[in-house]
Nanobody
Framework: QVQLVESGGGSVQPGGSLELSCKSS?????MGWYRQAPGKQRELVAT???????DYADSVKGRFFVSRDSIDQMVWLQMNDLTPEDTAVYYC???????????WGQGTQVTVEP
């Protein structure tokens, strides 16, 4: 059973920064983050493959940055210039190269408010 352990969520004022981290018990081709705001569907935030290719939601481009360490099986999300619209539960996500395996973390709350 693959385990994903997230940390780093919390509350921050608009314009602030937070960094999320996730430790995976396995090595996966795709590692990254999704989020789900109240009343909305879960959506991609950012992912990075083991080859270095990244994918970002348009709403976070230039503000959020995903990084990973394949040796330590960790992925981070640096979030800058946060807005209230970024408030959501953020989920660590991993997927195998063929997409036959995917796993989610338990989620960590990020709240952006004055």
């Amino acid at each position: 059973q693959v385990q994903l352990v997230e940390s780093g969520g919390g509350s921050v004022q608009p314009g602030g920064s937070l960094e999320l981290s996730c430790k995976s018990s396995g090595l996966f081709f795709v590692m990254g983050w999704y989020r789900q705001a109240p009343g909305k569907q879960r959506e991609l935030v950012a992912t990075k493959t083991s080859l270095g290719a990244t994918d970002y939601a348009d709403s976070v481009k230039g503000r959020f940055f995903v990084s990973r360490d394949s040796i330590d099986q960790m992925v981070w999300l640096q979030m800058n210039d946060l807005t209230p619209e970024d408030t959501a539960v953020y989920y660590c996500y991993v997927r195998s190269v063929r997409g036959t395996e995917e796993y989610w973390g338990q989620g960590t709350q990020v709240t952006v408010e004055p």
